[in-house]
């Protein structure tokens, strides 16, 4: 495994072994520094142990200007070594290095051929240049350059970390070679404050006071929905004692991720404590099909703050309305037609699928999606039904059956007591599936095909499945 790959490539867990190693190899690179005043020689040999230590393609260092307005290549290691060329001077905020530089924000990327920003796409192909990290020197508030490393193989978010003492150390080498060199008229001057731009990670950096921004990914647009409950979270966050947060872009969802440190060790009291903070944003983030959870750490001292929100990856679907007789019902059910890409509409237009268990509301649509409840029968003549089981992926079939005029799901035989999914996961088990099978073609969890079958052996009082299958092929149910 190379170095840097700090997750295991099986389970996808953190290897927290190779994350020390990682650390301490850090630490040695940062070692070589003693002793060195020329911020040119600093960067070489960081960029040499880069290569040599870490595997990397090719590693840089550019160092911010005099004036402050750009950076300048200093050092390149590995496939280049010659400094110049177009990125031998960056202007500030331009193009990623200038960005990290600009905005302070540290950023990693496993798929470099697709970041909008790379020059050429067909370069990061060719060369087989897959992940990119890339870390801003900093002095206190103030950046002195940036550390790029490029990587034919996935590098772990937590290398960020690694980077991150490495840099540090590399900072003030550089800062204390520029001072001295101050002194024999080549000074620089600071840089001015960052302004806000329009990426969501420039305007969480802006309102975090401390700890700085980690970016992981390909960071897209998001609809405005998704960017204020984020903004508004990490409002929250700035106002908690916060000493880590982490924004990430994987092609489904995007998270936010906090470490907040608290005074009350007492795991129950300092958890909700947390979580008061953020139930303004809960039933919103619920409704667009997200998670906010704040969980207690191992660390009596800390609790873990984690919003995530799927990402659209095209504009929402077919509109469907949901009108249910309960509350908690119309809840769930709204919530599941967002995670399933579906608009929700709340007029009552009858071309517009109708996803309820009210049967006074049947006439009111012309395509009805019958949620089953076991206090409610179901009407005649329904096209789909669907229970508490149904996954988003399956919602979206049913909604595209119907409008097709076709059915969808299993229709439960005449005179069985059995649900409709009762009866299906009762066909599945006579054609010798086990429930982790069962659990898989449905798109359920193994915990709700038992549900399921322990409710089949109630209504049809019989001890054993085996009972259970007999008693129903008799009746005719398994047909």
Not at 43 to 70: H, K, M, Q, Y
Not at 72 to 86: F, I, K, P, Q
Not at 262 to 268: C, P, S
């Amino acid at each position: 495994m190379p170095a840097g790959a700090v997750f295991d490539s099986i389970n996808g867990l953190l290897n927290p072994g190779r994350l020390l190693i990682d650390l301490q190899q850090a630490n040695e690179l940062a070692r070589r520094l003693a002793g060195c005043m020329q911020p040119e020689a600093i960067a070489r040999c960081i960029t040499d142990g880069l290569v040599e230590t870490f595997d990397s393609a090719f590693a840089r260092i550019w160092l911010v200007e005099p004036d402050g307005n750009a950076l300048r290549l200093v050092a390149s290691s590995g496939m280049y070594t010659r400094l110049d060329g177009s990125f031998a001077r960056v202007p500030m905020g331009a193009f990623k290095v200038g960005k990290i530089a600009h905005n302070q924000v540290p950023f990693l990327s496993n798929n470099l051929a697709e970041e909008t920003w790379v020059k050429d796409r067909n370069w990061a192909i060719a060369n087989n240049i897959r992940g990119f990290a890339g870390y801003p020197l900093m002095v206190g508030d103030r950046v002195v350059g940036v550390l790029a490393m490029f990587s034919h193989h996935a590098l772990a978010p937590e290398f960020l970390e690694v980077l991150q003492s490495l840099c540090t150390t590399v900072a003030v080498a550089l800062e204390a070679a520029i001072q001295f060199q101050q002194v024999q008229g080549q000074g620089r001057s600071p840089l001015t404050a960052p302004t806000v731009s329009a990426p969501l990670s420039d305007q969480i950096a802006a309102l975090l006071t401390t700890p700085r921004l980690t970016l992981v990914g390909t960071e897209q647009p998001l609809p405005p929905s998704t960017t204020h409950l984020f903004l508004k979270a990490a409002e929250a966050l700035n106002q908690l004692q916060c000493i880590y947060v982490r924004l990430t872009y994987q092609p489904e969802w995007v998270a936010l991720e906090a470490i907040v440190s608290v005074r009350d060790a007492r795991a129950e009291t300092s958890q909700q404590a947390v979580g008061d903070r953020f139930e303004e944003l809960a039933f919103t983030v619920s409704c667009l099909g997200g998670t906010l959870q704040t969980l207690a750490d191992d660390n009596p001292n800390a609790v873990q703050v984690m919003l995530k929100l799927p990402y659209p990856t095209c504009a929402l679907g077919t509109t469907v309305r949901v009108q249910c007789s309960l509350p908690v019902l119309h809840m769930a059910f709204t919530h599941l037609a967002y995670q399933a890409g579906l608009r929700v509409s709340k007029t009552g237009d009858r071309t517009v699928p109708l996803l309820t268990n009210d049967a006074h509301l049947l006439a009111t649509a012309d395509h009805v999606l019958w949620i089953q409840t076991p206090q409610t029968p179901r009407p005649a003549n329904i096209a789909a039904v669907l229970d508490l089981a149904t996954q988003p992926e399956q919602l979206r079939q049913a909604v595209a059956a119907v409008l097709q005029g076709k059915a969808w799901g299993h229709v439960p035989q005449s005179g069985s007591p059995l649900s409709e999914r009762e009866h299906e996961i009762l066909r599945l088990l006579t054609e010798g599936m086990r429930d982790r099978d069962i659990a898989n073609h449905l798109v359920i969890s193994e915990s709700t095909v038992k549900f399921h079958l322990n409710n089949v052996l109630a209504k049809l009082n019989a001890r054993t499945r085996y009972q259970a299958i007999h008693h129903a092929a008799l009746a005719g149910w398994l047909l």
